[in-house]
C-alpha cells in the first residue's frame, strides 16, 4: 500500500496508475482495507487507480470495487473476506449488525464476546462520521472458525488522529501529548479523550483498547505516521518517513484488531460501568431465562445442511449468553429437510448431551410430519454419538 500511495503521489492530475494483483494468493484486512481506502481517495482526487492482473482471491474481496450494504442479498452476498465501503452513520449501523449476525452465526463465543464486539464495531465504525472528517469509512471482516477468532479492520481516509486533536477547538486536550504521532494515537485511546469536547465521552477506543487486553485479543492502530500497538513486545512507533495521502488534511487512520472469541470478555467491565449493557439476545427474550426463535425468519436455511450448521452456532452462542430455555417456534413453517433437523437438532442433542438438550430446547407449533422428522434425527444422531 505504501508504494501505490508513493507512487501515486508524484502523478499529475488525470495520471493512471495501474496495479498488477495477480501474485497475490493471500488477501487479509489489515492490507486490504487501507489500500481500498487510498485507491478510493486518489480516484476522487483526479488520479485513476485501475487494477491490472487481478488473482481469484483480489477479485472475491472487491478490493477496487467495495461492496455496499444496499447490495446486499442475504444468504447470496458473502460478509466475510470482502471489503465493504459505508457512507454515512446509517450504513454504518446496517453493516455492523450483520457483521454481528455473521458472528454469532459461525462461530460459538464465550459470555460477553458478542456484546462486546458490537459495541465496538460500531463505535470504530461512527469514528469515521464524528472525527475523520472523512466522507466514507471502509471495513473487512473475517472469522477463523477452528481458532474462533474474529478479524477486523476499519479505515478512512480522514486528517487522521493527530491532526484531529490539533486542530480540536475545545480545551480539553492535552496538546503536550499530541506532539508525536505514535503518543497522539496512545493519548486517544485513553479514557475521556476526543476532539469533539464534552460533545463526546471519548469511550469509543478507550472501550476498545480495554476490551482487547482483558480479552486476550489484538489492536494495531496506524494514523498518519504513527503505529501504535497493545503488544508489550511490539508498542509501534512515530515513522517520518511514512508517505501519507496528503499531510495537511488527509493523513488517514487504520484501526485493526482481533477478539478470541474463545476467551470471556464484557464491555461493562472494559468501561468501568457496574450496570449490564443491552445483551444481543434481549431481542429474542420472551420471560426471564425464556427465550423464543420465530424459525420461520430463518426458513431461508432450512433445507441447507451448511446454514443449518450456522444456526446451531447460533443457539450455541443463545446459550452461552445466558438463555436457560429457548423455544423453536415452527409456526407457519413448511416441510424441513432431514438434513438441516440433523445439523441443528441434532448434533446440538450429541454436543449438550440428551439430558440438558431436553431440559434447555423446546420445539412447538411443529407439524406432525417436522416433529416425526426432527425426533428422528435427534434420534440417530445420539445413536451414533457423533
Known amino acids: 500500500m505504501l508504494d501505490v500511495i508513493t507512487r501515486a503521489r508524484t502523478l499529475p492530475p488525470g495520471g493512471e496508475l495501474e496495479i498488477d494483483t495477480s501474485h497475490v494468493s493471500s488477501v487479509y484486512p489489515n492490507g486490504a482495507v487501507p489500500l481500498a481506502a487510498a485507491i478510493d481517495y486518489f480516484n476522487s ?40 465501503k459505508y457512507r454515512n452513520e446509517e450504513e454504518a449501523q446496517k ?29 470504530v465504525m461512527d469514528n469515521v462520521f464524528q472525527h475523520s472528517g472523512a466522507d466514507a469509512g471502509f471495513v473487512m471482516m473475517q472469522l477463523q472458525r477452528k481458532s474462533r477468532r474474529c478479524v477486523l479492520a476499519i479505515a ?30 496512545g493519548y486517544a485511546v485513553q479514557q475521556g479523550v476526543t476532539s469533539k469536547g464534552k460533545l463526546n465521552q471519548g469511550n469509543g477506543l478507550y472501550g476498545l ?17 504513527g503505529i501504535w500497538c497493545n503488544d508489550p513486545h511490539d508498542p509501534g512507533m512515530t515513522d517520518l518517513a511514512r508517505p501519507v495521502l496528503d499531510p495537511e488534511n488527509h493523513q488517514a487512520t487504520l484501526v485493526d484488531w482481533q477478539l478470541d472469541c474463545a476467551s470471556p470478555v464484557r464491555i461493562e467491565e472494559a468501561l468501568g460501568k457496574t450496570s449490564p449493557t443491552e445483551s444481543f439476545i434481549e431481542n429474542i427474550e420472551a420471560a426471564e431465562g425464556f427465550h423464543r426463535i420465530g424459525v420461520l425468519e430463518i426458513e431461508e436455511a432450512l433445507g441447507s445442511r451448511a446454514k443449518g450448521s450456522e444456526v446451531r452456532t447460533r443457539l450455541v452462542n443463545y446459550l452461552a449468553a ?16 432431514s438434513s438441516f433437523a440433523d445439523e441443528v437438532l441434532g448434533k446440538l442433542a450429541v454436543d449438550m448431551g440428551e439430558l440438558d438438550f431436553r431440559r434447555r430446547i423446546f420445539v412447538d407449533s411443529a407439524s406432525p410430519t417436522n416433529r416425526s422428522l426432527i425426533e428422528r434425527a435427534i434420534s440417530l444422531r445420539l445413536q451414533s454419538g457423533v
Open 156 to 185: 478512512d481516509t480522514g486528517g487522521g488522529i493527530q491532526r484531529s486533536l490539533a486542530v480540536s477547538s475545545h480545551g480539553g486536550v492535552d496538546r503536550t501529548q499530541i506532539k508525536d504521532a505514535r503518543n497522539a494515537i
Open 322 to 337: 445466558g438463555a436457560e430455555i429457548i423455544v423453536l417456534d415452527f409456526t407457519g413453517v413448511g416441510v424441513i429437510s
Open 209 to 225: 483498547a480495554r476490551a482487547t487486553e482483558i480479552n486476550g485479543g489484538r489492536l494495531r492502530i496506524v494514523s498518519g505516521r
Open 45 to 84: 482526487h483526479a488520479v485513476s487507480v485501475s487494477p491490472g492482473k487481478q488473482s481469484t482471491q483480489v477479485q472475491k474481496t472487491h478490493l477496487f470495487n467495495p461492496m455496499t450494504v444496499d447490495k446486499f442479498v442475504r444468504y447470496e452476498t458473502p460478509l466475510t473476506h470482502n471489503v465493504w
Open 95 to 123: 453493516l455492523a449488525d450483520k457483521f454481528v449476525e455473521a458472528l454469532v452465526d459461525q462461530v460459538p463465543c464465550e459470555n460477553g464476546v458478542v456484546d462486546t464486539f458490537n459495541w465496538c464495531l460500531y463505535e
